[in-house]
């Protein structure tokens, strides 16, 4: 069994409508600070302006994308009784593996709460199944949707 860890399994496909919007309103945002880039730029009569404003937003972008990325590729594997967890982290794969006997409890903590770690969606609503081991150290962590929570839920409290 297979569970994407930050979206449903299998996962809900964006409709085109919705990702044309999106793109619209990314290209009227980039188009407004190059419109103030410019304009600053042209009235101080320098380059220097632009970079300032334009390096942080092009960064800052550049981060969402590589984050964006990296969850959607996350995923809980489960065969037999050998947890197979994948996450990415700024695009290097990290594996870890672990006996389901090993799991002690597992709660359902909201998404922008410290106790969940590594990338997450913190938006209201969005929950996750976060599973401990021994003395309650931190395994791993899946999306809390129906499907993973009646599959875990002899782990849950």
Do not use: W
């Amino acid at each position: 069994m297979r569970f994407n860890t930050h979206n449903r399994t299998p996962k809900i496909e964006t409709k085109k409508s919705l990702k044309i919007m999106l793109t619209i309103s990314f290209g009227l945002i980039i188009s407004l600070f190059l419109f103030m880039a410019i304009v600053c730029s042209l009235y101080i009569e320098s380059v220097m302006p632009a970079v300032v404003i334009l390096t942080p937003v092009l960064v800052l972008a550049i981060l969402i994308a590589i984050s964006q990325k990296d969850m959607d590729k996350a995923f809980v594997e489960i065969v037999d009784d050998v947890v197979s967890v994948t996450d990415y982290y700024f695009g290097v794969k990290k594996e870890k593996t672990f006996s389901m006997c090993e799991i002690e409890t597992a709660e359902i903590l909201i998404g922008y709460s410290i106790r969940v770690r590594g990338y997450r969606y913190s938006n209201a609503g969005c929950t996750y199944i976060v599973f401990r081991g021994n003395g309650g150290k931190y395994m791993f962590k899946v999306i809390c949707v129906p499907e993973t929570k009646q599959f875990f839920s002899k782990y849950l409290n």
